[in-house]
């Protein structure tokens, strides 16, 4: 006859967990284990049947153990397997999140992309267009260069009949218009023949400056002629005198000259000639 299991031995059929299925398991055991110690008689004529009996109840045992355990396990692992369900769901709706923002910057980027295509092609443009501009700056510049030298001969020709006069006093004049006092004083200043026609002077004026103080040098005059051989002819006398003095100064005498050729000339004390 096979040795009963102990209580013990049946315990490893079910969880810790249930104690009414523990309960009776162990009513079963004790059942099973104070029929096997009677010792009656009767033992040896019931030994088959007892054996029979005895291999139905651990049968019994088993099966009632084993839904015990798979039934706690079933609970365990559902358990289980809401708790991994509910992970799950957040990691899902953790990816769906990632998704969207990896599709939002997918957008970006490909707009950029975009963005970036169109200002490539507008810097090859521009490049495209700054040989040419070049070619059309430079031009223009000789031109502006060549049109520079012409207004500069354009404006030293209106100068031509102009004469500068350096140091003469202020107000040396007196109430007599500055015209008319040159008019009559220059031939004699430079020393132009006594048979030279008279200077026809059409206007004089000093530099347009403020006045300067008395321990200041005066302004400077300038004298259009009329014509351009008057001018010339007080320019060369003026030359060959060189030592010219009125009222306490010495004079010089210079043709009116525009800025730029003033610039490129030296600056020198003595008469210029054109």
Do not use: W
């Not at 008319?180 to 220059?186: A, E, P, R």
């Amino acid at each position: 006859m096979p040795r009963p299991q102990r209580e013990k031995d049946i315990l490893i059929f079910s969880p810790s967990g249930s104690a009414v299925k523990k309960k009776t398991v162990q009513q079963v055991a004790s059942f099973v284990l104070s029929e096997a110690n009677r010792g009656d008689a009767s033992t040896s004529e019931l030994m088959l049947s007892d054996q029979a009996t005895m291999e139905q109840i651990v049968a019994e045992i088993k099966s009632v153990a084993s839904r015990v355990s798979v039934n706690d396990m079933d609970e365990s692992v559902g358990a289980r397997l809401d708790i991994i369900d509910g992970t799950l769901t957040k990691i899902k709706v953790s990816v769906i999140s990632v998704e969207s923002s990896l599709s939002a910057l997918s957008n970006r980027v490909t707009d950029l992309e975009k963005r970036m295509d169109e200002v490539e092609e507008r810097v090859s443009a521009a490049e495209d267009n700054h040989g040419a501009h070049g070619t059309c700056i430079a031009t223009m510049e000789k031109t502006v260069k060549q049109l520079q030298l012409k207004i500069d001969d354009l404006e030293n020709r209106g100068r031509r009949k102009n004469l500068k006069i350096i140091n003469l006093p202020e107000k040396t004049e007196g109430n007599t218009p500055l015209a008319d006092f040159l008019q009559t004083t220059l031939p004699t200043l430079v020393g132009l023949p006594a048979d030279y026609p008279p200077l026809e002077i059409e206007r004089a004026h000093q530099a347009l400056a403020p006045t300067p103080a008395p321990d200041k040098p005066p302004r400077s005059v300038l004298v259009q002629f009329l014509r351009y051989s008057q001018r010339e002819a007080v320019l060369r006398a003026a030359m060959k005198k060189r030592d010219i003095h009125h009222g306490g100064s010495q004079l010089r005498f210079y043709p009116d000259l525009s800025a730029e050729v003033l610039r490129s000339t030296p600056c020198t004390n003595v008469v210029v000639q054109v």
